[in-house]
């Protein structure tokens, strides 16, 4: 049974900072692996999606990368800024299946 | 380029009661995946529907059941509600042209039901 981690749960850190959130995955045989954010009290907003073939997909400050056969991704965001204070989550599809399996998040708060 | 809507967004029922909540999805996209979100649970797959008919369901009860209509429009059903059913409900669709897939989802901003 495929099961997904995100670690830490919460972190903090100043404005201006580079910082790297962690997914791990038990199984390696993902199709594809989704990063999210969350506002409180609003649905997902998706960041990045690697498919299992790729190595890493990038969008703007976002870079996020995928090694399957160790069952990690992460996800780098450069220059943190305030607006980026939500939660992060990651989710892994299998196969041809739309049942996403999701972590429990990783809170982000960047302080000004 | 719409994004996808859910309504109704807030939802009040009493247990026991019944509740359909609906989701558009984005033009032209044809599946349509549900899932709940609790503080507890976090986020579980309910079910996804493409071309009107389910393709993937998840581990809830039978009072959980859904819909799709020849618009890609979906419908979730939940009856005898329970206050465990208190939650986010999130809809997404993907584009998913031919029937294959996992393609990206895209969320909606959820319904939230409070059972009391």
């Known amino acids: 049974k495929q099961e997904v981690t995100q670690i830490p749960a919460a972190l903090s850190v100043p404005e201006g900072e580079n910082l790297v959130l962690n997914c791990s995955f038990t199984?390696?045989?993902?199709?594809?692996l989704q990063w999210f954010r969350q506002d409180p009290g609003k649905g997902l907003t998706s960041l990045l999606l690697?498919?299992?073939s790729q190595r890493e997909q990038t969008s703007g400050r976002l870079n996020a990368s995928l090694d399957k056969s160790s069952g990690r991704s992460t996800l780098y965001i450069a220059a943190s800024q305030p607006g980026d204070s939500a939660t992060y989550l990651c989710?892994?599809?299998?196969?041809?299946?739309?049942?996403?399996?999701w972590g429990a998040g990783t809170k982000l708060i960047i302080k000004p | 380029k719409a994004g996808v809507t859910q309504t109704p967004r807030y939802l009040i029922k009493t247990r026991g009661q019944q509740v359909t909540l609906s989701c558009s999805p984005i033009s032209g996209h044809r599946s349509v995946s549900w899932y709940q979100q609790t503080p507890g649970q976090g986020l579980q797959f309910l079910f996804e529907y493409f071309s009107e008919t389910q393709r993937n369901k998840g581990n809830f009860p039978g009072r959980f059941s859904g819909r799709q209509f020849s618009n890609s429009r979906s419908e979730m059903n939940v009856s005898t509600l329970e206050l465990g059913d208190s939650a986010l409900y999130l809809c997404a669709s993907s584009l998913d042209l031919f029937g294959g897939g996992p393609y990206e989802q895209y969320f909606g901003p959820g319904t939230r039901l409070t059972v009391t």
């Open positions: 989710a892994v599809s299998m196969d041809s299946n739309y049942q996403l399996i």
């Open positions: 690697i498919q299992s």
């Open positions: 199984d390696s045989a993902i199709y594809n």
